[in-house]
């Protein structure tokens, strides 16, 4: 099921809150949060809510495993020091056993026919009988990240594990969060739900709506039309200057689609009176390679961080373990997003620009030579533009696709330097770029300026302001909408 269609909106969202609100015993409602959730995952495909249920049962049981042993560890003080060593080393491999199921699990979904068909394409010989070709289960990239971080905190001793399942696979399986995001933790969520839930003031009721009709708004009108954008591009790259205008229209296209998910799932989840975390930044105004990623993805960024970069050694180390631990941190981030050479390059072209502006630091340097706030200004479209670069490695689907986006993005300089004159095709792109990046440019200066997203802003805002922004957010919808939807772009990772 998706947010914008009409059965969420006018069906299933009605009926499950008042189904959630009937009783005020917590535990009937977290049994209708997890009813209506599997609902809302099964409605694509039901064998996706068996894997969901099968990798909860596995990371709930093995997480009460290891927090018996720390409570063996807790009492064992006078016990002699091989049986300590012993409770550690079962532990240990324990968590390794959570991290080899949920690992297994993604890879065989998410990468096993695509490394199958790279080894076809090296050795030259026929595999096909070792493919499944079953199609990825939606979200899995999603839940198993929190199914991890909850057994590896439970090891670290940061968290202590629910006794009751029901709270555990309600906080796994929360709809609004759970097909594309934010990847919440444990010590997040859980103990909202492992309490009884008021029902949610006015001004909460208020900012929910706000929060829906602004994601619904960025999804239909923005990112939509952009994605037509980018395909209008796709089929007119060979016009030099285009490839710039794909690689900016789809920057925005993803970053409305994606921050229009996370609004929408902040927005449903506070009617559920349940707070989730926030998960963008205005990204578009980073001034570094590290600024940016404090931005975008933030839920992911910072699991990564905590997970997979501090505990490999982070920057406390040598230079060449740092610059190991910095490329495999982001070659993660690259191959979390798919089965794909190019999300690899990705990564790792961010892993590059780390250490770039590592060794030259342009977001301190030119604020310290041209003054601070025009320094800022140049920093960021510095990195704008690299981000730009990012988004056409992104999203090239093959090498040839790669390389006609790369010629088309740096023939812009003909047209700069008035080499070339623009293409009619050029001009029409360019128009529509204008139409629908600068009113998300404009309200992501309003946010930067106070260093909030600008839907965060609402609360702020006079009663004139709202209602001019829900009329204006109605009517732009209605005559603007893109008439061919296209599903979150999110799903597929």
Known sequence: MIFQSFNFLLLFLPLALTAYYVSKNNGFRNIILIITSFIFYAWGNWWWALILIASAVVDFTLAQKINLLNQKLLISDNKQEIDILAINRKRKIILIASIVFNISLLAFFKYWDWLIGLIEDGLFIDLTFLKHYLPLPVAISFYTFESLSYTIDIYRKQFKPTKNFLDYLTFIAFFPKLVAGPIMRAHELLPQLTQLRKRPSYRNIEMAIFLISWGLFKKLVFADNLGHLVDRCRENINNAGVGLILAIAFSYQIYCDFSAYCDIARGVAKLFSIRLGRNFLTPYFATNASDFFKRWNISLSSWVRDYIYIPMGGSRCSLVRNIFNLYFTMFIIGVWHGAGIFYILYGLFFATLFLIYKVIPIHKVLPFILGKKIGNFFSIAIMYFL?????????????????????????????????????????????????????????????????????????????????????????????????GSYNFIYFQF
Do not use: H, W
């Open 387 to 483: 981000i730009c670069c990012a988004g056409g490695i992104f999203c090239s689907k093959t090498l040839n696709d790669f390389i006609d986006i790369s010629s088309s993005f740096l023939q812009i300089k003909e047209i700069i330097f008035l080499k070339n004159s623009p293409t009619p095709e050029f001009i029409k792109l360019l128009y529509g770029l204008l139409i629908f990046v600068l009113p998300i440019l404009i309200t992501d200066i309003i946010g930067y300026k106070r260093n909030r997203e600008f839907v965060d802003l609402y609360p702020k805002f006079r009663g004139f302001v709202k209602i001019s922004l829900f009329v204006a957010m109605f009517y732009l919808t209605l005559f603007l909408a893109s008439r």
